[in-house]
Structures are given as C-alpha cells and as structure tokens.
C-alpha cells in the first residue's frame, strides 16, 4: 500500500507531464517539503504567542497613567497597521540587520548576524500581527463595564491584579472571533518571509518548482491545501478555546 | 497617616464639610456627619442628590475637594493614602451586584482574602462558605453569576464584601434593581449584618426598612444635608419642607 502512493504519482507525471508531484515519489523533495512545512509550522506557533503576548502587554499600556507610553503605543499601532507587512520584513532585515552585531560562525571565519533571517522574520510578523492584536484587545477590555472595574478597586485589587484577574479574562471572551480572523491571517503572512529567504513552505516549493518546472501546478495545490489544512488546524484549537473559556449566562454559546 | 491616635469611642467615619464637584457641577456642597462603630446610618434623598457620589468618595473610589473624611482616624483624601489599607477597612455593595462574571459564587467570595490579603486558601474557603450560609445561599457556590437571581446576585456581592473583614460597608441602593420579591431576602441580609453589630452606611430608597434598621437618618438634597434625625423623629416630626415634599411622595 505505502509503495502504492508514489508509483502511482510517478505513473501521473509520466502520463499528464504538467502534474509532476515530485515530491510524493522523490525522497529528496520530499525532505524539502516537509522541511518547510516544519519551518511554517514553528513560524506560526511562534509568532501567534508572540503577537498575543504583545497584544496583552500593548493593550495593557493603553490604558497607563502615563502620557508618553500612551504615545508609543498609538505609535507603535499606526506604522504596523498602516505599512504592508512586506515592507516591514524587508526593512527589519534589510536596514535594522545591518546594525545589529555579529558573532563569528562555526567554521572561525564567516560573520554571522545575531538575528537571523528566521529571527527577523518572527520579530516583523509578530509585531505586524501584535499591532492588530492590542487593538482587538482594547475593544474587548472596553466592553468590561467599569463598575466591574470598581468592584475590583473596592475590594483592594490593584490595577495589575484587576487586569490580570478580572479585565483580562473578560476581554479575551469578548475578543476571540476577532483574534480568531487575525490569526488566520498571521498563519498566512508567514508565507511572506519568502522575501527574505526563510526556508519556510513557500520558499521551498518555489525552489522545488525552480528546479523541476514540471512541478509547479502540483506544488500550487499542494499549497493551497497545506495552508487550508494548517488554518483548519487553528481555527479548531480556537474554537475548543472558545468553548473551554464559556461560562454561563455570559455571551456565546456552548 | 497613621490612625494610633484613634480609639472606638471616636467616629469610625467622621465627614466634615466635604465638597464634590464634577467640573462646574458642584454635587456635594459642604456635608458633615459622623458615624459611631456599630451604627446603622441611612442615607436618602431625590434622584441626583449626590448620595452616590459621597458614598463613593468614603472609600476613595471618587476624590473630593475641599472638606475631610476620615475612617478609623485615618485621612482618606490624603495622596499618601494605603488605598489598600483603607479597602480593608471600608466594604462596598452596589446597586448592580458587579459580581466577576467568569467566577464562581465561591470564587467571587475567595478571589480578594487571596490575591490582596495573601490569606492561605483553605482558610478563605471555610469563610466564605461560612459567609454564603450566612447570606442563605449555601448549595449554590458553584452557580456562576449569569445563573443567579439578581437577589442572589446581591447577596453573594454582600458576602464578597464581607469576606474582606471590613470595619464599615457601604451600600448603595443596593436593592434599587431587584424585583419587589427578592428585595426582602436582601434586606433580610443587611439586617442580620445591622445586628450582629456591623457599622452600615446605606443609601436606600426602602423608607420602611430604613425606619426599621437605622440608628439615624440623613436627608440630601441638591448637595447638602437638609435634615436628619434618629427614624422616629426624622418620619413622623419632619421640619423641613424639602422632607416633608420627598416624605409625602414616597410615603
Ligand atoms: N462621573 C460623573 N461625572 C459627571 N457628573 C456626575 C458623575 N457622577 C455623578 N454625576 C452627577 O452628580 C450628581 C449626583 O449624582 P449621584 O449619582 O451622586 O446622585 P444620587 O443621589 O446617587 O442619585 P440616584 O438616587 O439617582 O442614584 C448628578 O447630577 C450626576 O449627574
Ligand atoms: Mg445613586
């Protein structure tokens, strides 16, 4: 049966040339593919924690006493959300790459940078994403009404203890659909640190069919598949999220 | 700062010619009052009175600007104030129960003695189930807010504010949103606190209740104190005419 699976794709290509799935007969190509799926994969995890921690912290200092981090924020909130995130990428590895030290590789000769491509592709995606975050998180910490708030006060709580124990929970209810779209797209953008030659999904398919033209409607699919598989993935954990975060009588449905 | 100076035979709240406004809105011109430990002391008064508002400047929920309020001897609108040491002293009951949605009855109850007096767990559970038989709802400490009656709602409120061991609590028309039904069981509540010897600061539109639990009354209206009176005095011998008008409407 598992001698099956590629005889029968090698016997495909042969007979439709312009259907070469190469990589389901090759074992070469086959490395290639799953390498990259396991890039993407540790790409998406990585920057989906980051972007929420950041949304977390981002939607935290909106609400600071002090003027100055209020500006940061807002700052910080209008140049990723207002920039395409390609640009962002190419800047954060082209120009911020430039200024960061290096460390002398392996063989004593070459000059490695600090941050990698992969390490400037997390930092981009998840700032890009964090900013969208921040905001889903104030609309949903403005939907907790302040005599909540004031009943934390009133028993002694302090801000901290007030956000993290009783704002904080209640936002993250409110604000799961809209985190739920914009991890989704996250999951798609890395896709853009092709750009700056992370061998992610994208980049080694590209590579693939590159090398084999015969492959690139196959490689094509096969993309299009992955990623409604690896979205799938994520909206099913969300939505199990969402249903474990479920209290009765407030909002949603089991 | 410190209280050492204060002993119980002083006011446990002591007001003195306090001034609120909200910009050009002044809404507290000038009250004063003192409250013995252990007394029961209601406010009332029209819609806009400002009878929130200075119930909420007590425990520095709301800041005020010009006058004094003390508690135990202690400044509350001072800017070195322990905000935490005053809302171990001073409980609040709302008119909205603003109970935490994603916890518990218990958990409502236990989340403060834990997370801001840094009580071991198991203590604060025996307290608080202690606290929900004593407001008569033990069996429903694992019923979430959004499956309580309002009633329910505010009485579960009442024994999160209790489990904080305050000195005073403050209620503030904490049955204003209550069907006529269940306003009883809550009063039933507050009444067995009044006696136990729990000094209360009410503000209530309930005059018969008021008549029934208050050691004093105190009559608002646009900002000033016009009357007050133990129950007796204060609902049968009336003398100012704002009274008597708000007494003759509600009466
Ligand atoms: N945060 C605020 N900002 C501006 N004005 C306020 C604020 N809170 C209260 N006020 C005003 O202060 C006045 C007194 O309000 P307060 O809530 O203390 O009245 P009240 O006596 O409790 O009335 P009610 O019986 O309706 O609860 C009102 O005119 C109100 O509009
Ligand atoms: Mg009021």
């Known amino acids: 049966m598992l001698e099956t699976i590629p005889e029968f794709f090698r016997k495909l290509a042969e007979t439709y040339p312009k259907w070469n799935f190469i990589f389901f007969y090759d074992p070469v190509q086959w490395e290639r593919v799953l390498g990259g799926l396991l890039v993407t994969v540790q790409l998406s995890i990585v920057c989906v924690i980051f972007s929420v921690v950041i949304g977390i912290i981002g939607a935290w200092a909106q609400g600071s006493p002090s003027a100055a981090i209020r500006w940061i924020v807002a700052g910080y909130i209008q140049f990723f959300r207002n920039t395409p995130p390609m640009i962002q990428l190419l800047f954060f590895y082209f120009a911020l790459g430039q200024f960061t030290p290096t460390v002398t590789g392996a063989d004593g000769w070459t000059e490695q940078p600090i941050i990698s491509n992969v390490g400037w592709a997390i930092v981009s995606l998840s700032f890009f994403a964090g900013a969208f975050n921040v905001e889903i998180f104030r609309a949903g910490i403005e939907a907790v009404p302040d005599t909540t708030k004031e009943a934390a006060e009133s028993l002694g709580m302090t801000r901290l203890q007030t956000y993290t124990q009783v704002v904080l929970p209640l936002a993250l209810r409110v604000s799961l659909p809209s985190l739920n779209n914009n991890l989704v797209n996250l999951v798609k953008t890395t896709t853009q640190a092709i750009a700056i030659a992370v061998p992610e999904l994208l980049y080694e398919m590209v590579s693939i069919w590159n090398d084999y033209n015969s492959a690139q409607n196959a490689a094509m699919t096969v993309l299009f598949f992955t990623y409604i598989g690896l979205v799938g993935v994520l909206i099913f954990g969300m939505h199990r999220w969402e249903r474990a975060l479920f209290i009765p009588g407030f909002g949603g449905t089991k | ?251």
């Open chain 2, 1 to 251: 700062m410190t209280n050492t100076q204060w002993d119980e035979g002083q006011p446990i709240v002591s007001i003195k010619n306090v001034r609120k406004s909200f910009g050009d809105l002044e809404v507290l011109k000038g009250v004063s009052f003192d409250v013995q430990k252990g007394e029961v002391i209601c406010i009332i008064g029209p819609s806009g009175s400002g009878k929130s508002t200075l119930i909420r400047c007590i425990n520095a929920l709301a800041d005020i600007q010009g006058g004094s309020i003390q508690v135990e001897g202690q400044e509350v609108h001072d800017d070195d104030l322990d905000k935490l040491e005053l809302r171990k002293k001073v409980g609040m009951v709302f008119q909205q129960y603003n109970l935490f949605p994603h916890k518990t009855a218990l958990q409502n109850i236990m989340m403060a003695p834990i997370k801001v007096l840094k009580q071991p767990k198991a203590e604060v559970e025996k307290r608080a189930l202690a606290l929900l038989k004593k407001v008569r709802m033990e069996g429903k400490e694992n019923s979430y807010p959004g499956e309580l009656s309002g009633g329910q709602q505010q009485r579960v409120a009442i024994a999160r504010s209790l489990a904080m061991q305050p000195d005073v609590m403050l209620f503030d028309e904490v049955t204003a949103a209550l069907d006529p039904e269940t306003v009883k069981e809550v009063l039933v509540t507050i009444k067995d606190l009044a006696a136990d010897g729990m000094t209360c600061i009410l503000v209530t539109h309930e005059m018969g209740f008021a008549r029934e639990v208050a050691d004093h009354i105190y009559f608002t209206d646009n900002g000033v104190i016009v009357e007050h009176g133990p129950p007796t005095t204060f609902f049968d011998h009336a003398q100012d005419e704002r009274t008597k008008a708000f007494l003759g409407q509600i009466l």
